[in-house]
């Protein structure tokens, strides 16, 4: 399967290069509690930001935004940035939180919880297939609910008829193999037809056996490749969406993995000339806007306050080490390591990804230190 996972950052840069300062919030997303629970959780988010020097303006239109935010299933998560009393920001994600809650306000918005839960987001074609026809719906992998959705109608004369045996009954077999036939094929000319125009990470085909097999065998190859079967009938009823679901994460965790080992792989290529290595080889390869992809360690984002800070600039090079009377631009401030350089990456036109660890409800972090960071390189130095 071809990389599934897209730039997550392609639309950031024009705010991060907004003067301050945010509002921003990263929060559990609407959950299924009485209206007193939703407003006491709503004051536990807009009493911080008032403590933290937000203005009343941004404060409002948070109160605001949150009073929205349903249809997702919980847990769910919540994530805005605020200027001028105007949401610039309002994305929500399927799942639970990725690290602690963040209320704030100050002149460099956190983009890490964002990025991490962008990752996930993966767009996809779902091929719900039947014998009469097939359900087509294009989705978005923890976003929740459906995009555009159509349904392809077949023929259905005779597919439900009662025949005797003898001769009848084998020209009545043949004829409703063709319609399957004619209906799948129908179905492979849509499919197609959304990969070429939609462009989707994958295709994931589910229903019943037959009609899945009849359509595999007419799908472009561009399609075909694209394809993960699914070996549940989703159209019937009753069914269960459960093997389904975890199709889908599992081809995004997929599609994750490959990218992370192919990374690896650029930053190691040519002795490793090809790529940089710990805290000051990623910025020196930051400020030349060399980096094209940076892998950062789940342990390292999560270090935060607690581990180094990196200056934050308002122009390039973006990212900075050093004592404020030696910094190449104006700082912004000193924020944690991690943040730092993924804005710079991101204000570089670089893709960030985040090496998660998978950890079992309750389960606690080893003794292990956080791996540094990692850059796959545009090109070499000196190249």
């Not at 997303?29 to 536990?44: D, I, K, L, T």
């Not at 020097?53 to 239109?61: C, I, K, M, R, S």
């Not at 990804?353 to 791996?371: K, M, N, Q, T």
Request: hydrophobic letters at 40%; proline letters at 5%.
């Amino acid at each position: 399967m071809p990389d599934t996972i897209p730039d997550t950052g392609h639309d950031l840069a024009a705010l991060l290069n907004r003067p301050g300062p945010w509002t921003t919030v990263y929060t559990d997303g609407h959950g299924a509690r009485p209206q007193a629970e939703e407003e006491a959780r709503r004051r536990a988010v807009t009493d911080p930001l008032r403590d933290a020097g937000a203005p009343e303006e941004d404060v409002a239109a948070v109160a605001a935004a949150l009073d929205g935010g349903e249809g997702l299933p919980s847990p769910s998560v919540r994530i805005l940035w605020v200027q001028h009393g105007e949401v610039a920001l309002d994305e929500s994600f399927v799942g639970s939180r990725l690290g602690p809650e963040h209320l704030a306000h100050g002149p460099v918005p956190p983009i890490l919880p964002l990025l991490r839960h962008r990752t996930g987001v993966v767009p996809y074609l779902l091929v719900e297939t039947a014998r009469e026809g097939a359900r087509l719906s294009l989705r978005e992998a923890n976003r929740g609910g459906d995009g555009e959705t159509s349904e392809i109608e077949g023929r259905t004369d005779s597919l439900n008829k009662v025949q005797a045996g003898g001769w009848s009954h084998r020209r009545y077999q043949q004829h409703s193999q063709e319609i399957w036939e004619q209906n799948q094929a129908e179905v492979a000319e849509a499919v197609d037809r959304i990969v070429r125009e939609q462009r989707p990470r994958f295709v994931v085909v589910a229903g019943d056996v037959r009609a899945r097999q009849l359509l595999l065998e007419r799908l472009a190859t561009a399609s075909r490749d694209l394809v993960l079967e699914v070996e549940v009938h989703t159209k019937a009823e009753g069914s269960d969406d459960a093997a389904l679901e975890r199709a889908v994460a599992e081809a995004v965790d997929s599609g994750l993995d490959g990218a992370i080992q192919r990374t690896r792989d650029r930053a190691a290529e040519n002795h490793g000339a090809a790529g940089a290595r710990g805290v000051g080889e990623v910025i020196d390869a930051l400020q030349q806007a060399r980096v094209d992809t940076l892998l950062l360690d789940a342990r390292f984002v999560q270090e935060g306050d607690d581990g180094e800070s990196l200056a934050a600039l308002a122009n390039e090079p973006w990212v900075a080490r050093g004592e404020l009377n030696d910094l190449p631009a104006e700082s912004l401030g000193y924020v944690p390591a991690a943040e730092a350089l993924a804005r710079a990456a991101v204000l570089s036109g670089a893709r960030v990804l985040v090496v998660e660890e998978e950890l079992e409800d309750g389960e606690a972090r080893d003794g292990r230190p956080a791996a540094e960071p990692v850059a796959a390189l545009r090109w070499a130095e000196g190249g």
